[in-house]
């Protein structure tokens, strides 16, 4: 069922940097007068590559823009990015990936094995408001824990009726947190986390085109420059 398919992409997103010599204003984004970059401190858990890597995203591939060498179970990142935007750091002979926001301040990520999908990040605005929504989006999806046994069952039996009530069930689901996101990006629209999950809609199974732009509209000047808006202003300029 397509609905299915829309919650494994949602889910891969939840549980989901260009350098540049100059640097904007950026919204809810505290930085010292004395710092004007980004640095980033690592700590890895119960696994030891000796390298990790910084890569730009881009559709679905990921690309190397940096690497760190780790010791003592310690990395290190330093630079400067014009926007805030989600990157994802890989590992040497490891097919782990770690997905966060990057932006201009110095902040910490611990990466443990068994969470290396979900770090805990410290010191960084924008992680901390975007795990408040995922959290908040892990609360909406946990409806569905009791409809994918019987969606298997009923699958198996070819119990058409019994499909149907449950895509029905799956749809009430979906739009539960598509207005919930809806909401979150209006209620930050001030915020670079905004045109991110603006973005993440356009992987949606039903795309609302209609509802993309009139979000897209309230988004402030600024945070319209950031790499996640301009792809959705694409977006909207093809459609």
């Known amino acids: 069922m397509k609905h299915f398919f829309f919650i494994g992409i949602v889910c891969i997103m939840l549980y989901s940097c260009k350098k540049n010599v100059s640097q904007t204003n950026q919204p809810n984004n505290t930085i010292t007068s004395t710092f004007k970059g980004f640095e980033i ?15 730009k995203i881009i559709e679905d591939s990921f690309y190397k823009i940096d690497s760190s060498e780790i010791l003592n179970n310690n990395f290190q990142f330093k630079g400067i990015v014009e926007f805030p935007e ?3 750091l890989t590992f040497e002979n490891y097919s782990s990936i770690t997905l966060f926001i990057i932006e201009n301040t ?3 990520i611990f990466i443990n094995s068994e969470t290396v999908n979900d770090p805990k990040i410290l010191g960084s605005p924008l992680n901390s408001k975007l795990n408040e929504y995922k959290l908040a989006a892990k609360n909406i999806f946990k409806k569905i824990d009791y409809l994918f046994p019987q969606f298997q069952k009923a699958r198996l039996e070819n119990d058409y009726e019994k499909l149907s009530e449950i895509d029905k069930e799956m749809k009430k689901i979906e739009k539960e947190f ?16 905004a045109p991110m999950l603006l973005r993440d809609q356009l992987k949606s199974t039903t795309i609302d085109t209609l509802q993309i732009k009139k979000t897209y509209d309230i988004l402030s ?3 319209k420059n950031s790499p996640d808006a301009e792809i ?4 909207l300029n093809l459609h």
């Open 86 to 88: 989600r990157l994802a």
């Open 178 to 193: 598509v207005d919930f996101s809806y909401t979150y990006i209006i209620q930050n629209k001030e915020s670079y986390i």
């Open 232 to 235: 959705v202003a694409s977006f």
């Open 106 to 108: 110095k902040f910490e």
């Open 221 to 223: 000047s600024s945070i």
């Open 41 to 55: 401190k690592g700590t890895l858990e119960n696994f030891y590559p000796e390298k990790v890597y910084l890569n």
